[in-house]
């Protein structure tokens, strides 16, 4: 398909001040550098509605839910509830072997991998990282292979932060390919994370909003 007609993700939710959406995996948010990372949900929204203003990000091959805005108040109030950590989010993960905890808290700083060979991973670093915390509760432990099914709650909003948490406590994401070890980047032809629940306050008026999007995996 020519990208400049591919179609723009399911929609979950439109009105005059915003849209929300279910970004499908290998799609990136905002365009890449060079022509090949031209095609990004923030291009094929903005085809549809020209307004369209992003307003936070999933990483390339995380799937979910994602909301934008259409005018720049609404997109300097959702702004402001993403940065106050007013705005809820909710993951579900598949990770290598069983994790032992029915629930825990990783919190670990993270920072970017300066070292260019790197790029874009992230690291982390107990003297010079950002706060970085994530909430996790197990829904169901799998065998053969044994891996874990997760729901994953950010507490702070950092880049690469829950693949890097998981790998950082021993149970990387199946199918990532920048943190997961070959025979677990192998166990999946995808990343198996997905922003499954949103929840944040209507930047026009104030009602309380909340979406999903279902697991495909």
């Avoid at 169901?140 to 950092?158: C, V």
């Avoid at 026009?204 to 979406?211: C, D, K, R, S, T």
Wanted: some cysteine; proline content about 8%.
């Amino acid at each position: 398909m020519d990208t400049a007609d591919a179609p723009i993700p399911p929609v979950l939710h439109r009105d005059e001040r915003i849209i929300v959406l279910n970004k499908p995996h290998g799609l990136l948010s905002v365009p890449g550098i060079g022509a090949a990372k031209l095609d990004c949900l923030a291009t094929r929204v903005q085809r549809q509605y020209p307004e369209a203003r992003i307003v936070h990000r999933l990483d390339r091959d995380t799937s979910g839910v994602i909301v934008m805005a259409f005018d720049a108040e609404a997109h300097r109030e959702l702004s402001r509830q993403f940065h106050d950590r007013e705005v809820e989010k909710r993951y579900t993960a598949i990770v290598a072997g069983h994790v032992q905890s029915d629930t825990g808290r990783i919190d670990l700083p993270i920072r970017k991998d300066m070292d260019p060979a790197n790029k874009p991973r992230q690291l982390i670093d107990h003297e010079h990282g950002r706060p970085s915390i994530t909430d996790y509760t197990v829904i169901e432990r799998l065998d053969d292979p044994q891996r874990t099914r997760l729901d994953l709650k950010p507490i702070t909003g950092r880049s690469h932060q829950l693949r890097l948490h998981l790998k950082e406590i021993g149970h990387p994401i199946l199918g990532d390919d920048l943190y997961a070890p070959p025979e677990v980047l192998a166990l999946s032809d995808r990343l198996l994370l997905h922003a499954r629940e949103l929840w944040f306050v209507h930047p026009g008026n104030a009602a309380p909003m909340h979406f999903q999007a279902a697991c495909p995996f």
